[in-house]
């Protein structure tokens, strides 16, 4: 027999497809697998009552395929995702008559699914911090003209005289400071905003990169979260637009 440990180590390939591991598992004696071929061994073998190594035999535990992937109600893995109930199935629970109704995407299409939703919603919310902050630039600058404004009023000399001791806030005519401030806080709105967005954008990324079994429901709970509709607060801030696209 070939040395599993050669082919490990230099060429990695699933002793159950003969091909590259693709998500590779390691069963308790270290025997690597893709997840998805162990997974459909795993299906047959226990049906037949225990988990063997199918290379060596060994038992090992349902839990090296990862937490998530089995159903412990059922003791299968996991086939489909349910979009609606938001929650893995295995084919047991899908004979249940609550998904009866439902048409469940296997879970590798769900995944895949997820993963293109996911970078088109972290696509449109980049284009959106953009326009904020070109906006903030906009109020930047308009917050500039206003202070160079409110320093032409500091340097009217009597009043530098008559007020000198008492700050120099206190000579800016009151509609310049109410416009100066009213500015600021448009600026910190937006700063925040495009704050708020970017660890959305952030989220959305690493989950659509590490997506798994694991994690469609967060994936469908940051889909949701991330709704325009949901964000309408701080996109509120940008320019009047048409209505935002999905
Ligand atoms: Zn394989
Ligand atoms: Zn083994
Ligand atoms: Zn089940
Ligand atoms: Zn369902």
């Known amino acids: 027999m070939v040395s599993l440990q050669e082919d490990r180590q230099e060429e990695a390939v699933c002793p159950i497809c003969q091909e590259h591991l693709k998500e590779a598992v390691s069963t308790d004696c270290k025997h690597l697998f893709c997840r998805v071929c162990l997974a459909q061994h795993m299906e047959k073998a226990l049906a037949s009552g225990a988990l063997c190594c199918p290379l060596c035999r060994k038992p090992y535990s349902e839990r090296v395929l990862g937490e998530g992937y089995i ?20 084919v047991e ?15 590798e299409n769900a995944i895949s699914h997820y993963k293109e939703r996911l970078t088109r919603r972290f696509r449109k919310l980049r284009k959106d911090i953009g326009e904020l902050q070109r906006l903030k630039a906009q109020e930047e600058e308009k917050l500039q003209a206003l202070q160079v404004d409110c320093g032409n009023h500091k ?19 009151q509609q310049q400071l109410e416009d100066t401030s009213a500015e600021e806080a448009r600026i910190l709105e937006l700063s925040k905003a495009i704050a708020q967005i970017s660890l959305l954008v952030a989220d959305l990324e690493s989950t659509a990169k590490e997506l798994d079994a694991n994690t469609l429901t967060t994936a469908s709970d940051l889909l949701k979260r991330t709704t325009p509709k949901n964000l309408d607060e701080l996109l509120s801030l940008l320019a009047p637009a048409g209505p935002v696209a999905n």
């Open 93 to 107: 629970c899908l004979e249940s008559p609550e998904h009866q109704s439902h048409s469940e995407p296997t879970i």
């Open 71 to 90: 159903c412990h109600k059922h003791q299968k893995r996991f086939q489909r995702f349910c979009e609606k109930s938001k929650c893995l199935l295995c």
């Open 155 to 173: 340097l009217e000399p009597e009043l530098v005289s008559q007020h000198q001791n008492k700050g120099q806030l206190d000579i800016i005519p």
